[in-house]
């Protein structure tokens, strides 16, 4: 390069650089502000829309190619836990909701009230609990599962408010988005885990399970198929003189009011605790195995009336219990047949106590690929 062309070049290059960095300052200096918060608001549509992504496709179990929207978070159906090891401990601290959240629960109130006033089917607002910790232990003697839930009081209207996992709050977020994504399920904060429900599957003495539709006029997923009786622990059935609930009494109650079972005439055992994955919903499994009860005796005592059958059932149906035949049923009907989140989970826990995981899951890879062959048939 000549001496000439250097120099030009230097001019140039110089002055160049110095228009580029004039127009660059000018325009960071105008459109800073307007740019970042384009840069945010598509950060934050991005997020929404990936998070409404991952809520669509959840897929939290499997079998037999039965997905479901449930977590198990303990036991894995091979053992019962032993009652005497599970410890439910209420805090004398009530849980307060969130402003926003505080607001959706007035909302609640009013229109329930109004129902009420008219004479139409509406919820009352039941005291209830919240679980703000579950901590699992190992007992020193013999290492069996001992559970300690901590629980705190709430009430039902709370409980419908916090269900609204993906109504946008004023800046956009979700109470999903806001409370639960960040630390998952199971460190979700107490405001947002407002129930502790028991699902109970009945197996009769000729080997059928009992499963039912829910009510049209149930709070939470009504006409969806799901167990035999589920009951939510309520603070003045469960704990009428203030004492800590216990989970297997829930259930009795549950098995007595939807299905007229006395405590006498079965042996019930606690498979699992889960957590209903689409609306944040704890949950305890389990079976109940009758003594003498057959499906036809106990389906001409449920026709002959029982305490809250009619608020809880809206139909039912006897299955076969094994393997191929839970399978069938759960793959039948769909999508048109609505199950609940914690009804697959609960037929696997009960399968897998009666019949062993090997093989259990053994014959539920044989149900999938067959499944898979009879879609993919021309």
């Not at 209420?90 to 969130?98: G, N």
């Not at 609990?129 to 699992?136: G, S």
């Not at 009494?249 to 405590?263: H, I």
């Amino acid at each position: 390069m000549t001496l000439k062309g250097a120099l030009a070049w230097i001019v140039t290059g110089g002055v160049g650089l110095l228009v580029g960095a004039t127009v660059g300052l000018l325009l960071t200096v105008v459109f800073e502000d307007p740019l970042k918060k384009l840069l945010q608001r598509l950060r934050r549509r991005g997020r929404f829309m990936r998070a409404g992504r991952r809520a669509a496709k959840a897929v939290d179990f499997d079998f037999g190619g039965v997905t479901s929207q449930c977590m198990i978070v303990t036991g894995d159906g091979t053992e019962a836990i032993k009652e005497e090891l599970v410890h439910l401990i209420v805090s004398d601290e009530p849980v307060e909701l969130p402003a926003e959240l505080a607001a959706w629960r007035s909302e609640i109130a009013a229109e329930e009230q109004a129902r009420a006033d008219s004479g139409a089917p509406h919820h009352w607002n039941g005291d209830c609990f919240a679980v703000a910790e579950l901590v699992e232990e190992r007992t020193s003697r013999d290492e069996e599962v001992e559970l300690f839930l901590h629980l705190r009081r709430t009430d039902y209207y709370s409980f419908l408010a916090s269900q609204n996992l993906d109504r946008r709050f004023r800046d956009g977020t979700t109470p999903r988005t806001r409370y639960i994504d960040p630390v998952g399920h199971r460190r979700a904060p107490a405001f947002m885990s407002l129930s502790l429900g028991t699902s109970i599957l009945v197996i009769t003495t000729d080997n059928r399970v009992l499963i039912c539709q829910r009510s049209p006029r149930v709070g939470s997923r009504p006409l969806h198929w799901g167990v035999s009786a589920d009951e939510g622990l309520s603070a003045r059935l469960d704990s009428p003189s203030g004492l800590p609930p216990r989970l297997h009494a829930a259930a009795r109650r549950g098995l007595g009011e939807e299905l007229a079972l006395e405590d006498h005439e079965y042996r019930l055992a606690l498979l699992g605790i889960t957590i209903d994955t689409e609306r944040h919903q704890w949950d305890s499994v389990f079976v109940a195995y009758a003594h003498d009860l057959t499906s036809e005796q106990l389906e001409r005592r449920m026709k002959r009336g029982t305490k809250d059958g009619s608020l809880e059932i809206a139909s039912w149906e006897f299955v076969s219990f094994d393997v191929r035949s839970v399978l069938q049923r759960l793959h039948a009907g769909q999508p048109e047949r609505k199950w609940t989140p914690v009804a697959p989970v609960a037929l696997y826990l009960a399968l897998v106590h009666e019949y062993g995981r090997w093989r259990v899951e053994r014959l539920s890879r044989r149900h999938a690929a067959r499944m898979v062959r009879t879609t993919s048939a021309p």
